[in-house]
């Protein structure tokens, strides 16, 4: 076989692991449109010729006390709190390690990174204790107050990363000129940091959106659940399940997320190749 034979075998096997890949998605927003007697009929079409929109009406209004926007909203304060808390301990823990001299770091730094070899089953419990001792279940604050901490070391990591590949000439600069270490943290090196910066908060978005498990453990009440538990409430296994409503909604949750990403992708890409480059 030729050079272009290869290229279109190549091409023709990538786009079939592609559609394997896109059919969940592609059979969601397929469904979403469909009325509910046709999404599981045994006649499947993608496009249905009985095209609505009335699934994504009925799932707006399918609680009975609160629209899907007010879970919508639940989930957005929850994020953008642990989004903040994330970008912020997770760039003053970074600077200490990749910039400043102390004694320890070098010991504290291989802790960190251990924390990134420890599966999270292994301290859901321990941790659940802990908030529950605290008086925190039943709250955000199991997810608001450890992401101020800088408890994620991947996000760390990525970051010192991402400053050792700035040159330590700025600094010295800057100090020549009476620039504090706070100051050359905020003025230069987070400025030159943007791209990692939306990495983390890409990265912290889709975590913390998609976080079904500790936000089962951790919130019971209805009026604080967000978007993952709301549309785990509508499968009742003692009733029937209204699917063309739930997959209207769990289409509308995944929105945020891909957008977010498309948006960022820019700089996602850079902070990813600059930081497996340097350092």
């Known amino acids: 076989m030729n050079e272009k034979g290869k290229k279109i075998v190549n091409h023709l096997i990538l786009i079939a692991g592609s559609f394997i890949m896109l059919f969940p998605m592609v059979w969601l927003i397929s469904s979403a449109f469909k009325p509910g007697t046709e999404i599981f009929g045994s006649d499947f079409k993608l496009i249905s010729e009985n095209f ?6 009925d799932g707006w209004f399918i ?16 994020v953008g709190v642990v989004i903040v808390g994330t970008v912020i301990s ?39 204790i802990m908030f529950s001792n605290m008086g925190w279940i039943d709250s955000y604050l199991p997810f608001i107050v450890p992401a101020f901490c800088a408890v994620n070391g ?19 600069a800057a100090y020549i000129d009476g620039c504090s270490t706070f100051g050359i943290f905020l003025k230069i090196i987070m400025p030159l940091c943007k791209p990692v910066l939306f990495s983390i908060a890409i990265f912290t978005f889709i975590w913390t959106w998609d976080d079904y498990i500790n ?28 699917w063309g409503p739930l997959l209207a909604n769990t289409l509308i949750s995944l929105l945020p997320s891909i957008i977010l990403f ?10 990813i190749a600059t930081s497996g480059l340097k350092g």
């Open 52 to 57: 609505t929109l009335q699934n994504f009406i």
């Open 63 to 78: 609680n009975p006390t609160h629209s899907f926007g007010y879970f919508l909203k639940n989930t957005f304060i929850l």
């Open 90 to 128: 997770s760039a003053l823990t970074a600077f200490a390690f990749a910039r400043l001299h102390f004694k320890g770091k070098g010991i504290l730094f291989i802790f960190m990174l251990a924390t990134m070899m420890l599966p999270a089953q292994v301290t859901l419990i321990p941790k659940y």
């Open 154 to 172: 991947f996000h760390i990591f990525l970051m010192v990363q991402f400053i050792r590949g700035i040159p330590k000439d700025l600094d010295e």
């Open 215 to 242: 936000q089962l453990i951790y919130i019971s009440s209805v009026d604080k659940f967000t978007v993952s538990l709301f549309l785990r409430s509508l499968i009742d296994s003692t009733s029937s399940v209204a």
């Open 262 to 271: 498309f948006i960022a992708q820019p700089y996602f890409v850079e902070s």
